[in-house]
């Protein structure tokens, strides 16, 4: 066992993966001699060559129409979009054709492809770096979007991801790339996609969330149990599919949830995990299910961004109206 | 079976013919003397000193802002040294109708254009007031999406057409810039119309950590334009008579009906690409860095106005002390800027009226920020 970073965790599974599969393919902006922006890739090209692991020119939907052509020949391709504010460049390459791969050719074509990206906020990036698009890539049928909220899901999430035979949209919260270290074996291993993991459990309120806002949620159970709350903290590690299965028990046990996101309200993720304990478990809520989410608005200025973004404090407040209610 | 006919159509060599053409214009060499007398734009001493003076001043505002961000008093930062001639001397040939759509590295230029100082430093530190662009001035915002301004300034251009405005529209991309689809279906797009647009693209050799070389298999980067059927041409980006030259000549044209024009600067980037952590002894050489810094504009062109009586050191030290000021006095203005609420964001979403859901949560953070 190591202790990893999120981003050393990643740079691993990507290792583990083009030595375990010749037709993995690494490529992107900066990715080769400059390990990525976020030092991602570090290594890799002088580790399996440039045949492997390649730079491109600087186009997201060149990059994107790439992988379509490369999974066309067989490869599994692993390319990097270098901030997931830029996807709309590559939208589609992602949403117009790969996710209709299997479908269009009624299966006989697939695109085991896995882009990967930074996305959320938090680190004071210049404009339209950073966001939480997660919702968009969601209501895409035909992808599989995956978020870690750690370095060990990270790590068994990405070798998954890498080797599901459809397109994954597999989303790195920057907060988290070096926020903290966790125990990650050296090892391979593997995380099913659209399994979700219970974090703690609890009794009185279900949190269901993902990524950064992991952490936030295990802050407010601490705080909302020193008042004597017992807290269930969900981290769904896929948002699509949902992992509707552990959702319910544990609303069926706790009676109260709430869903938190660190994307803007309107539609979105939690909307739909919303919906399905309506849909699923009525009669097993004692509240309304409530939301804690960013405001409806742009992803802001980097100076404002911290005021914006929801937090332990936002959980904490919003728990409490549920557990009240 | 028909003899095949040897180079009846030899699609190589026309490249290549077409390629050599594209040579690299000059005016001013590396030791500031006029190489090229037909093409000398011919400015006024006012006029070059005026050009100096600015290029000094934004020598001074990058090294103040490469401190200021090391400090964490800016934020986001694009160095701009050894840019100095192909970002001012293009901007120097328009006039104050002109329309820039800047990249993010195309600060000065707009900051010349008429956007105060402090707001560029409020754009740099994320907040919205830096974005508040006064009426009058007119430019876009420095744009993130590599390319996208190119395909907007054709649309700008078009505008002007339409109007019957005697002004132009230029846009500024990198090489990098020149791989994204926005930047060929932008001169395809003004090409189509025959729109007042000017195209630059500044090589500075590097798109972060990518080499031109990595970037396309063309030669030049102006040749791009031949495809696009519009005029184009490769300089000396750190010539700034050169590129005051073929700037004011594309303006000329896109004023007269000839349509748009595409510019490839040669240049380099001294700094790291942004501040946020890239490392160019990554991939660049201090080899490579120094043997461009000995093209530096600044150098050449301060030979050039000396051996012409035009400047020295006094000179030279009253426009540092001065850009030293103002940047002072834009940064303390910047300081006092309120601080961002997000009932502030909440109201700038729309300009019409409010849907319901933003009407909603404003109620709710302005209750929550009054406390």
């Known amino acids: 066992m190591a202790q990893m970073t999120m981003i050393q965790a990643i740079t691993d599974a990507l290792r583990n993966e083009l030595k375990n599969d010749e037709n993995v393919l690494v490529f992107g902006e900066d990715v080769g001699v400059n390990g990525g922006v976020f030092r991602a890739t570090e290594g890799l090209q002088k580790e399996f060559g440039e045949d492997r692991v390649f730079d491109t020119p600087l186009a997201e939907s060149g990059i994107g129409g790439l992988a379509v052509g490369l999974s066309l020949q067989g490869f599994r391709p692993v390319p990097e979009i270098q901030f997931f504010g830029f996807v709309y460049e590559v939208m589609d390459s992602i949403s117009g054709q790969l996710a209709r791969m299997s479908f269009r050719s009624a299966g006989h074509f697939h695109a085991p492809v896995t882009i990967r990206s930074p996305f959320g906020g938090g680190v004071a990036t210049p404009e339209m770096h950073a966001d939480s698009l997660e919702g968009l890539m969601a209501q895409q049928p035909g992808l599989k979007v995956v978020i870690p909220s750690g370095p060990y899901d990270a790590k068994g999430l990405l070798i998954s991801s890498i080797r599901d035979e459809d397109p994954v949209i597999f989303l790195e919260h920057m907060k988290l790339y070096r926020s903290f270290r966790e125990e990650v074996p050296e090892e391979e291993y593997t995380i099913p996609l659209g399994k979700a993991d219970v974090k703690k459990e609890g009794t009185d309120l279900s949190i269901i969330t993902y990524g950064a806002m992991v952490r936030e949620s295990l802050k407010a159970a601490e705080e909302l149990e020193k008042e004597g709350h017992s807290v269930e903290v969900i981290d769904l590690r896929t948002v699509q599919p949902l992992d509707v299965e552990t959702i319910i028990s544990s609303v069926e046990k706790t009676n109260r949830a709430i869903v938190v996101q660190e994307a803007q309200r309107q539609a979105g993720v939690a909307a739909n995990v919303v919906a399905e304990i309506t849909e699923r478990a009525i009669l097993s809520l004692e509240a309304p299910v409530l939301r804690v989410a960013a405001p409806d608005t742009i992803y802001p200025y980097a100076q404002g961004e911290n005021t914006w973004l929801p937090g332990a404090k936002d959980i904490v407040e919003t728990a409490k109206k549920v557990l009240e209610f | ?371």
């Open chain 2, 1 to 371: 079976m028909a003899q095949k006919k040897a180079n009846a159509f030899d699609p190589e060599q026309n490249l290549r013919e077409i390629e050599d053409k594209f040579e690299m214009l000059q005016v001013l060499n590396e030791e500031g003397e006029i190489v090229n007398k037909e093409m000398d734009p011919g400015m006024s001493d006012e006029q070059l000193t005026e050009l100096m003076t600015r290029m000094v001043w934004t020598r001074i505002l990058d090294q103040r802002s490469i401190s200021l961000n090391r400090q964490g008093r800016l934020g986001f930062y694009a160095p701009t040294a050894g840019q100095e001639a192909s970002q001012l001397a293009s901007q120097y040939a328009l006039e104050k109708d002109d329309f820039i759509l800047p990249g993010y590295r195309d600060v000065p230029q707009i900051v010349f254009h008429g956007l105060p100082l402090e707001q560029a430093f409020l754009w740099s530190r994320g907040h919205f007031h830096g974005s508040d662009v006064p009426d009058g001035v007119n430019i876009f915002l420095p744009q993130i999406i590599i390319g996208a301004q190119y395909i907007q300034a054709a649309g700008v251009a078009l505008g002007k057409q339409k109007r019957g405005e005697k002004s132009v529209v230029i846009t500024y991309t990198g090489d990098g810039g020149t791989s994204q689809g926005d930047f060929y279906e932008g001169i395809n797009f003004a090409g189509a119309f025959n729109s007042p647009a000017i195209f630059i693209i500044q090589n500075n050799q590097y798109a972060i950590s990518t080499p031109r070389s990595l970037q396309t298999k063309a030669k030049t980067l102006a040749q791009k334009g031949i495809a696009a059927g519009i005029p184009s041409v490769l300089v000396d980006g750190m010539d700034p008579l050169a590129v005051y030259a073929v700037t004011q000549q594309a303006r000329e044209r896109a004023l007269n009906g000839g349509g748009p024009t595409l510019i490839e600067t040669m240049c380099y980037r001294y700094g790291p690409h942004t501040m946020a952590g890239d490392d160019p002894t990554r991939y660049r050489t201090s080899e490579t860095d120094s043997e461009w810094e000995k093209r530096d504009p600044l150098i050449r062109f301060r030979k050039y106005l000396e051996s012409k009586g035009l400047w020295n050191e006094e000179k030279e030290n009253e426009v540092i002390e001065r850009a030293k000021e103002e940047i002072k006095a834009a940064i303390k203005k910047a300081d006092a800027a309120p601080k961002q609420k997000v009932s502030d964001f909440l109201n700038i979403m729309y300009r019409g009226e409010m849907p319901e859901n933003v009407k909603e949560q404003l109620d709710i953070y302005t209750a929550k920020e009054s406390k």
